[in-house]
């Protein structure tokens, strides 16, 4: 338990900051509230009205996410195959060919497909 002392102390100083923050900027943030300052921003462009259900989101919003997630993925199996990469030797090497190429067919797929284009 001694070696997860140190641990358990950083996650508490880390709730206690962002709890801390929170309340501070409660306490302390300005109290003056009014329409301009409660109404959306869209990044100096009025913002477009929306309908009372919500309104529906185009799909390609949801495959530019899955996009983010499958080569956010690449990435987290990437690191560790860098640092252990000589104590792996062919045998690493061939597996991550086989995983670069799995990716890149995808990404060819996404690509041929238009996927990455927003027009």
Known sequence: MELYTPVLALALLAALFAVGSVI???AVGPKRYNRARLDSYECGIDPT???VGGGRF????YITA???IVFDIEIIFLYPWAVHFDAMKL???VEMVIF???LFVAYAYVWRRGGL???
């Open 24 to 26: 501070m900027s409660a």
């Open 49 to 51: 009205p929306q309908p």
């Open 58 to 61: 185009p799909v390609k919003y």
């Open 66 to 68: 899955m996009l983010f």
């Open 91 to 93: 045998f690493g090497l």
């Open 100 to 102: 670069i190429a799995t």
């Open 117 to 119: 284009e927003w027009d």
